[in-house]
Nanobody, 131 residues
């Protein structure tokens, strides 16, 4: 079982930035898929950003496109989410998720936002954006 530990959540004013990090207990391999999800109050869990370690494309939810950037650091076994120009609608608990199995870019591009595709989850980190 892969262990994920998230950090970087907190409170920020609208227009501000935060960077979330997710430390994985497994070395990133080319068959790894990783994503960030969030659950806003009263809403279902939704995919925020995702990508395959084999690359090359990162995928984003419509509401965060151009504001959020997902990245990973192989040397540090870390998956990050840089969040800029935050607004109150971004207030949520954010979760990182990973899985290790072979995927194609085409398949992943159409399914990255489905939480059932990921096998390991972090404990979640709270992000609160005030107006």
């Amino acid at each position: 079982q892969v262990k994920l530990v998230e950090s970087g959540g907190g409170s920020v004013q609208a227009g501000g930035s935060l960077k979330l990090s997710c430390q994985t207990s497994e070395t990133t391999g080319s068959d790894m898929i990783m994503a960030w999800f969030r659950q806003r109050p009263g809403k279902e869990r939704e995919g925020v950003a995702g990508f395959r370690a084999a690359g090359p494309t990162a995928y984003y939810g419509d509401s965060v496109e151009s504001r959020f950037t997902i990245s990973h650091d192989n040397a540090k076994n870390t998956v990050s989410l840089q969040m800029n120009n935050l607004n109150p609608e971004d207030t949520a608990i954010y979760y990182c998720a990973v899985a290790f199995y072979y995927t194609t870019e085409r398949w992943y591009g159409s399914t990255w936002y489905s939480w059932s595709k990921y096998h390991s989850w972090g404990q979640g980190t709270q992000v609160t954006v005030s107006s």
